[in-house]
T-cell receptor
Framework: GAVVSQHPSRVICKSGTSVKIECRSL??????MFWYRQFPKQSLMLMAT?????????EQGVEKDKFLINHASLTLSTLTVTSAHPEDSSFYIC??????????FGDGTRLSIL | QKEVEQNSGPLSVPEGAIASLNCTYS??????FFWYRQYSGKSPELIMF????GDKEDGRFTAQLNKASQYVSLLIRDSQPSDSATYLC????????????FGKGTLLTVNP
């Protein structure tokens, strides 16, 4: 089955630090990648949709200058949380899809900002 | 506001029983429907997807879709303790590469 790798799995850092999260599709070329955020006991909320070679489309209320997304190739997308603050602490999950195939999720990154 | 509604549970069933999970959605334009399983602290894992009205079976899992009623369900036969997790219903207005709208999930507990 489709494998999506996400790295790192956990980050703990000080307030003001920028954090980069990588999402890779290992055995297929992903035409579209998605970034989600999940707070405790809540469902996944889509942050942005990313297509290779073009600018990401952000959901309403998501600051594009704070959450920088780069989708440089068909197998790699990155999310950079710039100048992270404690309220950015959350579980960040990427997913990838090829054409009409279902989205497959990475293992997620648990971000804790002190 | 496009919404996906699920009973948050917890839904508790004995081992070997059938677990029935339900989901309703508000957007009549929804085309694709997915069930994901999420264990605590982990990311979602695709269980089933269904595009057409009716039933779709895969092993112990059956997805049922009724577009007229805007209702999709997941049946788990012969429930096992390892099935204990949160089950997320997700819909999309187009194909699978469209963004998913998730319900809040139903927590299922299978008791040995």
């Amino acid at each position: 089955g489709a494998v999506v790798s996400q790295h790192p799995s956990r980050v703990i850092c000080k307030s003001g630090t920028s954090v980069k999260i990588e999402c890779r599709s290992l055995d297929f070329q992903a035409t579209t990648m998605f970034w989600y955020r999940q707070f405790p006991k809540q469902s996944l909320m889509l942050m942005a949709t990313s297509n290779e070679g073009s600018k990401a489309t952000y959901e309403q209320g998501v600051e594009k200058d704070k959450f920088l997304i780069n989708h440089a190739s068909l197998t790699l997308s990155t999310l950079t949380v710039t100048s992270a603050h404690p309220e950015d602490s959350s579980f960040y999950i990427c997913s990838a899809s090829l054409g009409n195939q279902p989205q497959h999720f990475g293992d997620g990154t648990r971000l804790s900002i002190l | 506001q496009k919404e996906v509604e699920q009973n948050s549970g917890p839904l508790s069933v004995p081992e070997g029983a059938i677990a029935s999970l339900n989901c309703t959605y508000s957007d009549r334009g929804s085309q694709s429907f997915f069930w994901y399983r999420q264990y605590s602290g982990k990311s979602p894992e695709l269980i089933m997807f269904i595009y057409s009205n009716g039933d779709k079976e895969d092993g112990r899992f059956t997805a049922q879709l009724n577009k007229a009623s805007q209702y999709v369900s997941l049946l788990i036969r012969d429930s096992q303790p390892s099935d204990s997790a949160t089950y997320l219903c997700a819909v999309t207005p187009g194909g699978s590469n469209y963004k998913l709208t998730f319900g809040k999930g139903t927590l299922l507990t299978v008791n040995p």
